[in-house]
């Protein structure tokens, strides 16, 4: 079979990408809506408060995952299964001890899990229990995941995805049942477990079936610097994995302790909003990142800076647009689905909005950073970031709080990461000065201010029902901004080039399909 282009391998990736997670969103999201229904708030608390502090026991993993991929890159566009077969053998011992360590740290905290919940939740099931089980399919999936990688680095990402989203697909069904028979949350958890655990190994064995050769235990030990390289970046990036968790994890961990568990389930419902828009949005610019990670390592620096213009213009549009929406509907469509008693105030929204577009505006320059292995740069900036943000998290949840809390992690990003990780993307990867970006990220973002206050206005003078209004206000956002953005950007060279790729793209689309016919 002949060898895939990127081009190629980036549509099935895309395509890929977008019918799994298209499907997932709306199961997930009835999902919710279930278990809002059938369970109290406090249960969304629960969730939010472990899913938070089981990402922040996940900084054991060190980032080797992210830096194993980028090491994979080479061997795998040379073919050298020998190479493979040694890194696969470090990352599947590391992921191993990983995961004893997240297993003896979990049980660690158990005993101080009260002084973070200070009133305890009115639910039959022990607190104590519900952790360990969240613990349990946190630890097992890191003696299965590592294999991932391998084909993740060979640009079938397609692969696992497609296991990751039929498997859930399943989990949401089921769990969906649960609810509704039993209104038993414990089994919603325990089915969680069940299907986590069964998408790892399902994708374990597909990968090993695929390239057997990442078994081999006779594995050569890597050189001595191969060694150093790769620890060299995993030492970077754990200084980064852990300021991305102290920013982004630490939250729901404030919430509840000034507020307590039911204000963390309201806010997480907003929170599914932005984390779903997120992840889709994400879906897009991740299946590209193999492509683009091998693009970086062959290709010339002028293309490569070429391809990063056109996607931080498709970057911007994207969750530019998204942001208009999220600011203009996301209490209507809260109330819709959960009723009115779990709508917030408008500033929260406000604030989550401007929180999701600066941390959705770093997804080029963040894949970019990841795929021409700039890791080393900029750690201890992000470690700043994460310190700025549990400060500000204390002093402003005091004062304002939940707005204040979200406030400063806004704070804290525009101060920092905001600006400094693009410039290490400029000054060590394209050898290009930064100021024409940082130009271009302030008239993104005035341009997106001005757009987004025209479309607020009108939506706050539209007074129909619930369903007319979210109708209406749907279509101001869609057309508005989308015919707002092709007017001004329609003559730009980045915008062309996404055009014609997007035209490339469909004619292979097409041929590709009428090929199998």
């Not at 001595?224 to 939250?251: H, P, Q």
């Not at 600011?327 to 008693?341: H, K, N, P, R, Y």
Request: proline fraction near 2%; aromatic fraction near 14%; include cysteine.
């Amino acid at each position: 079979m002949a060898q895939r282009s990127r081009t190629e391998y980036s549509i099935i990736n895309m395509m890929a990408s977008f019918g799994g997670y298209i499907l997932n969103i709306l199961l997930s999201f009835v999902c919710r809506i279930v278990f809002v229904h059938q369970l109290n708030a406090e249960y969304l608390g629960i969730n939010g408060l472990f899913s938070n502090i089981l990402s922040m026991l996940s900084l054991a993993e060190l980032g080797i995952g992210t830096a194993m991929i980028y090491a994979l890159y080479k061997p795998v566009a040379e073919n050298d299964q020998k190479k493979i077969a040694s890194y696969m053998k470090v990352y599947g011992t590391a992921y191993k001890a990983i995961g004893a360590v997240i297993a003896i740290s979990g049980l660690t905290l158990t005993p101080f899990l009260n002084l973070l919940v200070k009133s305890p939740p009115d639910i039959p099931e022990s607190l104590t229990t519900l952790y360990l089980i969240y613990l349990f399919s946190t630890v097992s999936s890191y003696f299965y995941s590592y294999r991932s990688s391998i084909l993740i680095a060979h640009q079938e990402n397609y692969i696992v995805l497609a296991i990751s989203y039929g498997v859930v697909v399943v989990q949401n069904l089921a769990q969906i049942l649960a609810l509704v028979i039993w209104k038993d949350y414990m089994m919603y958890l325990i089915l969680q477990v069940i299907f986590v655990l069964l998408t790892n190994v399902l994708i374990s064995m597909v990968a090993k079936k695929q390239y057997p050769y990442i078994t081999d235990e006779n594995a050569e030990k890597l050189s001595k610097e191969e060694r150093k390289s790769l620890l060299r970046n995993v030492k970077a990036l754990t200084v980064t994995k852990l300021s991305g968790i102290l920013v982004n994890n630490t939250d729901n961990i404030v919430i509840t302790y000034f507020n307590g568990l039911i204000t963390t389930g309201v806010v997480s419902n907003y929170s599914l909003i932005t984390n779903t828009i997120t992840s889709l949005a994400n879906q897009i610019f991740t299946s590209l990142s193999a492509s683009l990670g091998n693009l970086n390592a062959v290709g010339e620096d002028e293309h490569k800076y070429e391809v990063f213009k056109a996607l931080n213009l498709a970057n911007f549009w994207l969750y530019g647009w998204a942001a208009i929406g999220m600011v203009c509907l996301s209490s209507d469509v809260v109330e819709l689905f959960f009723g009115e008693s779990y709508v917030m105030e408008s500033w929260v929204p406000i604030i989550l909005t401007i929180n999701f577009y600066m941390l959705g505006m770093q997804c080029v320059v963040g894949l970019y950073k990841s795929t021409m292995g700039l890791f080393r740069y900029g750690q201890y900036v992000l470690l700043f970031t994460a310190v700025l943000n549990l400060i500000g998290d204390i002093l402003l949840g005091q004062l304002w709080g939940v707005f204040g809390i979200f406030l400063a992690t806004a704070i804290a990003r525009a101060l920092t990461n905001t600006w400094y990780e693009p410039f290490v993307v400029f000054k060590h990867g394209f050898r290009r000065k930064f100021a024409p970006y940082i130009v271009r990220y302030l008239l993104y973002a005035g341009l997106l201010a001005g757009m987004g206050t025209v479309c607020w206005t009108l939506c706050k003078l539209i007074s129909f029902s619930l369903i007319f209004r979210i109708i209406v206000k749907c279509l101001i956002c869609i057309i508005l901004p989308n015919v707002a953005f092709f007017l001004i950007f329609r003559n730009q060279p980045e915008f062309q080039y996404l055009r014609g790729t997007a035209s490339s793209l469909r004619l292979k689309v097409i041929g590709h399909f009428k090929s199998k016919i």
